[in-house]
């Protein structure tokens, strides 16, 4: 494991090498920007499948009604027959998990670079790297021990905040517009699905969670977040700008 650290660690290192010309101090910070958007284009494949499938479980919501209303008295055979149906169209409910269960190697791999003092046996020399005056291995709470909220490392997590917010408030108004276009949650039978009515009234609010991850994690952990974040939320309106809300892919945060 620390021989594979010191490979990434060399990686992040010498991309900011080649980009430090232009950017200065803050070269590794950028690098781990460049580093993020590189996974999320080698996840993107499965992001744009993910919609696909989304469209697919969207088409079936007539037949699935039918289904839970015909086993409204047998969970059991209901569920087996909408697990039929999804085999018979080819259509996998795990699907929509496959982007964000790929992006969290690279979003450990960086929590963990940035967390450890040595890497193979020698000093974490990214460590003392910055993003403006505050050390990408350090954490919202040195950020306040050291000038506080509004200190030189205060504002650079006032500037990650405001823009984390900003992405959730665009997530949550995309995901009721979405929510209000495709009307009440599918009922089972003459019930409500036990559930999703509170589920409908929290996934509008998740990617402000988003902003506890960032006030928790080392700063460069923190950059993934907010790059990946404001990645998908992009990518989620053009994949699924013709969509009405069908459960939680298109308001869940990604990593």
Not at 12 to 24: F, K, N, T, W, Y
Not at 142 to 168: E, I, R, S, T
Not at 194 to 217: K, N, Q
Not at 229 to 250: C, F, H, K, N, Q
Request: charge should be positive; charged fraction near 15%; hydrophobic fraction near 50%.
């Amino acid at each position: 494991m620390s021989s594979f650290m010191s490979v990434f660690a060399s990686l992040v290192e010498h991309i900011a090498d080649l980009i430090q010309p232009l950017i200065g101090a803050s070269a590794t910070a950028a690098a781990i920007v460049l580093f993020t958007a590189l996974v999320r284009l080698l996840v993107h494949p499965l992001s744009r499948a993910a919609a696909r499938g989304q469209r697919e479980r969207a088409k079936l919501q007539p037949r699935i009604a039918e289904l839970r209303k015909k086993h409204k008295n047998s969970p059991e055979a209901m569920q087996k027959a909408i697990m039929e149906l999804h085999r018979e169209e080819k259509v996998s409910p795990l699907t929509g998990c496959l982007p964000m269960l790929c992006q969290m190697p690279a979003f450990f791999l960086l929590y963990h670079l940035f967390s450890n003092s040595s890497i193979g046996g020698e000093p974490n020399s990214l460590l003392g790297h910055t993003l403006g005056a505050a050390p990408l291995g350090g954490r919202f709470h040195d950020a306040l021990a050291h000038g506080g909220l509004f200190g030189p490392q205060g504002l650079v997590y006032v500037a990650l905040f405001a823009l984390v917010a900003a992405v959730a408030s665009f997530n949550y108004r995309r995901t009721k517009r979405q929510m209000a276009q495709a009307g009440p949650i599918a009922p089972q039978g003459d019930q409500q699905v036990p559930g999703m009515a509170a589920m409908g009234r929290f996934m509008p609010l998740m990617s402000f969670f988003t902003l506890f991850t960032v006030a928790y994690v080392p700063l460069a952990a923190a950059l993934y977040v907010v790059t990946s974040t404001t990645w998908s939320s992009i990518e989620r309106a053009v994949l699924y700008r013709d969509m009405p809300y069908a459960g939680g892919a298109a308001a869940a945060p990604a990593l």
